[in-house]
């Protein structure tokens, strides 16, 4: 099962591949990463098909990594007493603590903390933005506003407060509740959504420790100012274009994903671009040429993966999706165009043994045009390092955690085994050599690039880079 392209798939699990049969055709046709959306579903729904995926990475002998993916606070008017009304444009109209129905001069927002954060000039984005209003006067319950793009509001339609910093925990309740769940279930990376200053991350690692690692969802503009802090604070980011491109000018989302693509790059974490990759394909076979391009751009600014959402929970065509997307990967990474960019876009190595080392390993495998880079790890550090330098050959993580094996799924470039402690020169080049040989990543008489860290097993300490032929036992 290893795959032919080095940036990861992620799918989203839903209705449509709820089945044994269904997510196991997901990870066949490409999937690497199985994301679990709690803003839907029940525990049940989702422990089932953890279950399901645990049950194929036995069947395969392939670790599968799991995203929990939080809802976050969601902020939304309350019911009309006509269930819908139509604004029009220069139109008064009232968002209040009052918990009576709306009409066509007021709605209930039943979240104090909005009104709190308001200023004069301010603008509220309803449903999805199709509905945009300018704050006039406003109060502890309440806000007075006019109507500056009208059209159709009904209930429990989105609210979206851009360019506000509201006083609001990321984590809700339900967002406590589930992350408890997923932490206990086993999930290895975790979401965090609504992240909007590094403390919101910060409040999460309290929660999480050192059971999964966290990745931070950028949707709020306010966390672009915070950008490389919410970085060095998360194990991961995602690029949310979807809510990111509601409260932002459509025009800078796609430099907005190339700046945080850049910065992750450059920290060494692991970045996933989602939202509507696919999106026709939820109802079509094939895709659009403008999303096929958007999927093989995010390739292009080096992302480490790509998701899709509806298009494998709700999709009439999950399986052709991955492979679609498995496809437009493939062809990207094989361009001399792509090779050029991502020579270019290589962070410089920071003053660090870990890598120095790992910046000679690339170079090293591809003076010497080797098979693979192996990285014995224990925590993961040794192989995201390698993983920044974007090496031209696969990366082996070879790790006796079977959680570390399953989180460097997401990584670019790696090919995670489970593999045993190693505690001497001799037994990591033989280890090295057997699993590189077996996995299909070497052939006799090829070299392959060794990184490790000793002590052996201690985390961080990479300090080793050995070349080794393989060699019939």
């Known amino acids: 099962m290893r795959r032919a392209r080095k940036a990861k798939i992620v799918a989203t699990l839903g209705p449509s591949t709820s089945t044994p049969q269904a997510i196991e055709g997901l990870f066949t046709a490409g999937a690497d990463i199985f994301r679990l959306n709690f803003?839907?579903?029940?525990?049940?729904?989702?422990?089932?098909?953890?279950?399901?995926?645990?049950?194929?990475?036995?069947?395969?002998?392939r670790p599968i990594g799991v995203l929990?993916?939080?809802?976050?606070?969601?902020?939304?008017?309350?019911?009309?007493?006509?269930?819908?009304?139509?604004?029009?444009?220069?139109?008064?109209?009232?968002?209040?603590?009052?918990?009576?129905?709306?009409?066509?001069?007021?709605?209930?927002?039943?979240?104090?903390?909005?009104?709190?954060?308001?200023?004069?000039?301010?603008?509220?984005?309803?449903?999805?933005?199709?509905?945009?209003?300018?704050v006039e006067k406003h109060g502890a319950d309440f806000a007075d506003t006019i109507v500056i793009t009208g059209g159709d509001l009904s209930n429990h339609k989105g609210v979206n407060v851009p360019n506000v910093v509201l006083p609001i925990s990321p984590l809700t309740e339900k967002d406590r509740a589930d992350l408890q769940f997923a932490l206990e279930m086993g999930a290895d990376w975790v979401a965090l959504s609504f992240v909007q200053r590094p403390e919101d991350v910060l409040e999460m690692r309290r929660l999480v420790g050192e059971r999964a690692r966290i990745m931070s969802k950028l949707e709020k503009p306010s966390a672009i100012d915070h950008l490389n802090a919410i970085i060095e604070f998360s194990d991961g980011i995602m690029v949310a274009r979807g809510d990111l491109g509601v409260e932002c000018p459509p025009e800078s989302v796609p430099i907005l994903q190339k700046r945080i693509i850049h910065a992750a790059r450059k920290a060494g974490k692991p970045v996933v671009v989602a939202t509507q990759m696919l999106d026709s394909m939820v109802h079509s076979p094939a895709p659009t040429r403008a999303e096929a391009s958007d999927v093989a751009t995010a390739v292009y600014d080096?992302?480490?993966?790509?998701?899709?959402?509806?298009?494998?929970?709700?999709?009439?065509?999950?399986?052709?999706?991955?492979?679609?997307?498995?496809?437009?990967?493939?062809?990207?990474?094989?361009?001399?165009?792509?090779?050029?960019?991502?020579?270019?876009?290589?962070?410089?190595?920071?003053?660090?043994?870990?890598?120095?080392?790992?910046?000679?390993?690339?170079?090293?495998?591809?003076?010497?045009?080797?098979?693979?880079?192996?990285?014995f790890t224990s925590s993961g550090s040794t192989t995201l390092r390698t993983a920044r330098e974007r090496p031209d050959v696969p990366i082996l993580c070879l790790t006796p955690d079977v959680s570390v094996a399953r989180q460097m799924a997401l990584v670019w470039g790696t090919h995670s085994v489970v593999a045993h402690d190693v505690h001497s020169f001799g037994e990591m080049v033989a280890v090295a050599v057997e699993s590189a040989h077996a996995q299909g990543l070497a052939q006799w008489k090829d070299q392959i690039v060794i990184t490790a860290g000793v002590p052996f097993g201690t985390p961080g300490t990479t300090n080793i880079l050995r070349v080794a032929v393989v060699e019939e036992p």
């Open 39 to 61: 803003s839907h579903g029940t525990h049940r729904d989702h422990q089932a098909r953890y279950d399901i995926i645990r049950a194929i990475e036995r069947k395969l002998d």
């Open 68 to 134: 929990a993916d939080l809802q976050g606070p969601k902020l939304r008017v309350a019911n009309f007493a006509e269930g819908q009304i139509h604004l029009q444009a220069g139109q008064q109209f009232r968002l209040d603590l009052n918990e009576e129905l709306g009409d066509l001069r007021r709605v209930n927002l039943p979240h104090p903390q909005v009104f709190a954060a308001l200023h004069i000039g301010s603008e509220l984005l309803l449903d999805d933005g199709r509905v945009r209003l300018r």
């Open 302 to 375: 080096g992302a480490d993966a790509v998701m899709l959402s509806a298009e494998t929970a709700t999709g009439e065509y999950p399986v052709d999706a991955v492979t679609m997307m498995d496809r437009i990967i493939a062809r990207v990474e094989a361009d001399e165009q792509y090779q050029m960019i991502r020579d270019a876009a290589r962070p410089q190595p920071t003053g660090t043994t870990r890598d120095a080392i790992s910046a000679a390993a690339r170079q090293v495998a591809h003076t010497l045009a080797v098979s693979t880079v192996v990285t």
